[in-house]
């Protein structure tokens, strides 16, 4: 990034490379440069629009949109029409864009278990909260809110954000029920989750 950090590389392949953004960027538009190692030719550039937060979670489509990638409470079943959820019940749902965390964890390092790296946004299950106390994040589930039991890096792995949400039991029926997560007022793709 900006030729002066370096970031932690996770596949590299002809036609992609993944790699986790520096938690050192620069807020805005930051110049990007694949170089080779052992004589720093320039292979590809670009630039990449970096932002506190940009909340994003991963569903079962390559889309972002659908079905989440949800794990329901018993850490094992992935949340779907034939798995759904009951009512009360916590489901836990990844993504990234999660921003800062404490205590901060290094570029390229899994996360710790003991103590985990929490959010540094608060979480809430108030709207009105969400929206205009900072630094705060809520889970919209249909028209309700969900009661956040975690909001962090996933224990172990790198850059992995983990939200563990007790769904409502004023919460719509379904096979997929509208979810969003909002972050310092930033929010999330909609993707869905199953309910019964």
Do not use: H
């Amino acid at each position: 990034m900006n030729d002066t950090i370096g970031a932690a590389l996770y596949q590299v392949s002809p036609g992609q490379i993944n790699f986790q953004v520096p938690s050192g960027a620069n807020i805005g538009q930051n110049s990007i440069s694949v170089r080779l190692a052992d004589t720093g030719e320039l292979l590809a550039g670009g630039t990449l629009l970096v932002a506190a937060n940009s909340p994003g979670f991963f569903t079962l489509s390559q889309d972002g949109k659908g079905q989440a990638l949800a794990l329901n409470q018993d850490g094992i079943t992935v949340n779907s029409a034939a798995n759904p959820a009951a009512r009360g019940s916590v489901i836990s749902l990844y993504g990234t864009g999660q921003g800062q965390v404490s205590p901060a964890v290094a570029d390229g390092a899994g996360a710790p278990a003991n103590p985990p790296a929490t959010t540094v946004a608060v979480p809430t299950s108030d709207a009105k909260t969400c929206l205009t106390q900072q630094p705060s994040v809520c889970v919209a589930i249909g028209a309700s809110f969900g009661n956040i039991q975690f909001s962090g890096l996933s224990p172990n792995y790198i850059g992995l954000w983990q939200l563990n949400v007790q769904i409502p039991m004023d919460a719509p029926t379904g096979p997929a029920v509208p979810v969003r997560v909002v972050i310092n007022s930033t929010t999330s793709n909609l993707f869905t989750i199953a309910i019964k």
